[in-house]
């Protein structure tokens, strides 16, 4: 299938190689219904779906999950990977990642990894894991990523029960020897929308966060590189949600299927192929469901006169369908849509404490 001169190619590709973890963060943004161990793609599969994105014009690839180390055959992969030329990182819970593991995954080429934290105070990382020992073990894994050369970058989902400690999670990230940190308000699809009203800051909180954070940026320029994923439900305006629908990446789900994003199953009206059909280049350029929403020809009021159209693609469309029931519409998050209140209602994030629905 040849390639179409009015689509680019895409750069990435976050390969779900499994839904299996042994966390269960209440934030995780895998679906509700995750895929068994007994439908995920084989080893030859993930094989050859990594030779075909190399083909397409993929460069990079982040090999994630759930928890990627759950697979045994993740030292394999990686190889392949590098054999394709493909840049790779490994996303990771660290749990299931020794020194002996991690030192074949560099000597089969990794390039990256990539460890998420769940808080910097132990007891607190490890309910919000929903596993007892999880950040001593993380810990380790840092240091063991060190000890083999590889540059890491830690994760950090920023919510409820960590928001006052998200300049503390940059100290701890340096620490770790990391070189860059991922702080990530929670964004509200999969098992995060389910916990909405638990995750929820106050929006006081989530402004001093920002605040503390863009103060750090300043303070270690040249000592760690701060990505700051800023909370959607305080802003104003939607982020271009995945640089735009079917415009840089794809995603790759456990069993096969072809994914836009990784939420984008909950749009039922979409039907979308898996590997085992047809080829990566095929669905990129000629699926219904990656032209469904790429440009802006789809667009409804007031999205389709707006100046911004280019710039935040009308931002997220499992947003638009989860708030306002039509894919079609404004990220509600914008001050623009008419269901703009319905977002705002959860922002003050006044809920008063509720527990967690785990993963599992
Ligand atoms: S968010 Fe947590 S539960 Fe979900 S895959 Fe990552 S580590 Fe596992
Ligand atoms: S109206 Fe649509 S395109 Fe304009 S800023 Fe809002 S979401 Fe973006």
């Given at each position: 299938m040849s390639a179409r001169a009015d689509i680019a190619a895409p750069m990435g590709l976050l390969a779900e190689?499994?839904?299996?973890?042994?966390l269960a963060c209440p934030?995780?943004?895998?679906?509700?219904a995750l895929d068994p161990r007994s439908a995920e793609l084989s080893t030859d599969q993930w094989r050859r779906v990594f030779s075909e994105a190399a083909a397409l014009g993929v460069l990079h690839v982040h090999l994630s999950g759930?928890?990627?180390?759950?697979?045994?055959d993740l030292v394999d992969l990686v190889k392949h990977c590098r054999a394709c030329g493909l840049y790779t990182n490994l996303i990771t819970s660290?749990?299931?990642?020794?020194q002996r593991r991690l030192h074949d995954l560099a000597e089969a080429g990794l390039d990256h990894v990539q460890l998420s934290i769940q808080d910097c105070e132990e007891g607190s990382a490890d309910r919000i894991a929903g596993y007892d020992g999880a950040f001593a073990r993380k810990r380790s894994v840092a240091a063991f990523v060190g000890a083999e050369g590889l540059p890491l970058t830690v994760n950090a989902v920023i919510h409820r029960a960590n928001v006052e400690r998200a300049g503390a999670m940059v100290e701890l990230a340096i620490s770790l020897g990391a070189r860059r940190i991922e702080i990530a308000h929670a964004q509200y699809y999969g098992w995060a929308m389910a916990n909405r009203r638990a995750l929820m800051p106050e929006r006081a909180a989530a402004e001093r966060a920002i605040a503390e954070v863009e103060r750090l940026r300043k303070c270690h320029e040249g000592v760690i590189v701060i990505d700051h994923v800023l909370p959607d439900y305080h802003a104003s305006y939607p982020k271009a949600c995945m640089g735009g629908w079917a415009r840089r990446t794809l995603n790759i789900t456990p069993s096969g299927k072809v994914l836009p994003?990784?939420?984008?199953?909950?749009?039922?009206?979409l039907e979308f192929a898996t590997i085992a059909t047809q080829s990566l280049a095929d669905i990129w350029y000629n699926s219904p469901a990656f032209n469904a929403?790429?440009?802006?020809?789809?667009m409804q009021e007031p999205c389709r006169s707006c100046s911004r159209k280019e710039i935040d693609?009308?931002?997220c469309r499992c947003q638009a369908l989860a708030l306002t029931?039509?894919?079609?519409?404004?990220?509600?998050?914008?001050?623009?849509?008419?269901?703009?209140d319905r977002v705002e209602f959860f922002a003050?994030?006044?809920?008063?404490t509720v527990d967690y629905i785990y993963r599992r």
């Open positions: 190689l499994t839904h299996r973890c042994p934030y995780c943004s895998n679906p509700l759930g928890e990627p180390a759950s697979r045994p660290g749990i299931g990642l020794t994003c990784h939420a984008a199953e909950t749009i039922r009206t929403f790429r440009g802006t020809e789809w693609f009308g931002g029931g039509d894919a079609r519409q404004a990220d509600p998050v914008c001050h623009l849509s008419p269901f703009h003050e994030g006044a809920a008063p």
